[in-house]
């Protein structure tokens, strides 16, 4: 009985080491898949800029936005300066 008993053991023991390399190779195979796969949407992706402190020769700052906002942020830059441009002289009339 002691001998079947540890047969049956042996025998398990050898299928779950023989199924081991099976699975791991299973899950390597995904893994790389899930790693590589891009955002959904690029603007999402968040980027670091540095800028330099306004007045000081070696002082910068790093500055991270998604894409997204990075292009709110040049759009009212823009606007700021056209505005300023536009209304340039108007004050002391």
């Not at 796969?37 to 968040?46: F, I, L, S, W």
């Not at 670091?48 to 009212?76: F, N």
Request: glycine content about 6%; some cysteine; overall charge positive.
């Amino acid at each position: 009985m002691k001998i079947i008993q540890a047969c049956a053991l042996a025998a398990a023991a050898a299928g779950l080491l023989a199924s081991a390399p099976a699975a791991a190779q299973t899950a390597a195979a995904t893994a790389p898949a899930a790693t590589s796969q891009k955002p959904a949407d690029p603007n999402n992706e968040v980027v670091c800029e540095k800028q330099e402190i306004t007045g000081s020769r070696i002082g910068s700052r790093r500055i991270c936005m998604t894409r997204a906002k990075w292009a709110e942020r040049r759009l009212q830059d823009r606007q700021e300066i056209e505005k300023a441009q536009t209304n340039r002289g108007m004050k002391g009339e």
